[in-house]
């Protein structure tokens, strides 16, 4: 049959506000988890990175905080800029999966001027 | 540092043929993986290898492959290409020396099959 593309869920946001991203990630054995950002014609970066012994880690406008309880994960970019509309990926892996990331379906970021 | 390359960017096939596309990991990584990305599916993961040796395969049927060099070079091969098989072919590489680190990523060979 045809297949149907991912419906992409959408953030817009104000510029200079404050962006919240989510993610539900699948494998309660994972114990480290990645976000990524996707620009038009780019591969996926890095953006920052948390392992399952922490609830929290900052960088450099960017914070990623960890419910492992709910299994839940969430990107907060403060004062937000036009240049960072993309899609979001949060992605999961375990230490007993070498390199095999999991990533999830991905949200799309848009900045409003 | 220079990043993940690879090449070629973009590619048009038709059904039947096979195609070979490259990456040339950062330097001093010695994991490659290889994704999928289509709109349909998202990011999903076809294989990693380390140290020339395959660690992981995705759920993609055999005439997906691939291979590492010694220099952490890496090929991946599409065997009979099927329209289905268009789509963004991605490589990462990362340290992966024991312990989790991030994949850093190509910008991609777009295969289109017609």
């Known amino acids: 049959g045809e297949s149907v593309g991912l419906h992409l869920p959408t953030l817009s946001v104000q510029e200079g506000d404050n962006s919240i991203i989510n993610c539900a990630y699948s494998?309660?054995?994972?114990?480290?988890f990645i976000w990524y950002k996707q620009e038009s014609g780019k591969g996926p970066q890095f953006i920052i990175d948390?392992?399952?012994?922490?609830d929290k880690r900052q960088g450099q406008r960017v914070t990623v905080l960890l419910n492992k309880t709910v299994k839940h994960l969430s990107l907060q970019i403060a004062a937000t800029q036009p240049g960072d509309s993309a899609v979001y990926f949060c992605?999961?892996?375990?230490?007993?999966?070498?390199?095999?990331?999991?990533f999830g379906t991905g949200t799309k970021l848009q900045v409003i001027p | 540092k220079a990043g993940v390359t690879q090449t070629p960017r973009y590619l048009i096939k038709t059904r039947g043929q096979q195609v070979t596309l490259s990456c040339s990991p950062i330097?001093?990584?010695?994991?490659v993986s290889w994704y999928q990305q289509t709109p349909g599916q998202g990011l999903q993961f076809l294989f990693e290898?380390?140290?020339?040796?395959?660690?992981n395969k995705g759920n993609f049927p055999g005439r997906f492959s691939g291979r590492q060099f010694s220099n952490s070079r890496s090929e991946m091969n599409v065997s009979t290409l099927e329209l289905g098989d268009s789509a963004l072919y991605l490589c990462?590489?990362?340290?992966?020396?024991?312990?989790?680190?991030?994949?850093?990523f190509g910008n991609g060979t777009r295969l289109t099959v017609t």
């Open positions: 992605a999961e892996n375990w230490a007993g999966g070498y390199q095999k990331v999991t």
């Open positions: 948390i392992r399952s012994n922490m």
């Open positions: 990462a590489s990362s340290l992966a020396a024991g312990e989790n680190s991030p994949l850093h």
């Open positions: 494998n309660s054995a994972s114990d480290y």
């Open positions: 290898y380390f140290s020339e040796t395959q660690r």
């Open positions: 330097s001093g990584h010695r994991s």
